[in-house]
């Protein structure tokens, strides 16, 4: 799928586990880097899924992402980092990943694609969103986390602004 900022976004399978505990979108994330990066490599989230890139856990930790998109682009290797000001580099053939909170006790790895005005612009669910610069931090920087949700990310070693780039 393309959308205004023409940059692909796969659409992410269906959550597995206990409640939907995995969601699959930091394989989907990791898709969509690969894929607007590389456009000749087509490597579905699917593909990565079977092919051992998850964890155990609810979700995807970063580190596990970075390893399997390391293992795909060696010769361009991604890093995390923690930088709010990278959002602004982002666009449709540099995309960069973002772990948001996206509702209460629920965090999403989305693919940004661009700015554009005062907002962010990126790919998941296999469309384009769009969301104001102040939401998308908000979002970014778990500044809406209750107590559980703060406890949950710093025991599993998540930080505000987590980036994979």
Not at 119 to 131: E, S, Y
Request: proline fraction near 8%.
């Amino acid at each position: 799928m393309r959308g205004p900022f023409v940059s692909y976004s796969w659409d992410q399978p269906a959550s597995a586990g206990i409640a939907g505990w995995e969601g699959r979108c930091g394989q989907t994330c990791v898709a969509n880097l690969l894929k607007n990066r590389r456009p000749g490599l087509h490597v579905s989230p699917s593909r990565l899924i079977a092919t051992g890139g998850g964890d155990l856990g609810p979700g995807s930790m970063p580190s596990t992402l970075l390893q399997l998109i390391n293992s795909r682009s060696p010769r361009r290797p991604y890093q995390l980092r923690n930088e709010r000001r990278i959002v602004v580099q982002a666009h449709p053939h540099n995309p960069i990943g973002c772990l948001l909170q996206w509702d209460e006790n629920v965090l999403h790895w989305v693919t940004v694609v661009g700015t554009h005005g005062p907002n962010v612009i990126f790919n998941h669910w296999g469309r384009q969103q769009t969301l104001p610069r102040t939401e998308f931090d908000e979002r970014w920087g778990f500044r809406s986390q209750g107590a559980l949700d703060w406890t949950i990310s710093r025991m599993g070693g998540l930080s505000p602004y987590t980036t994979l780039s």
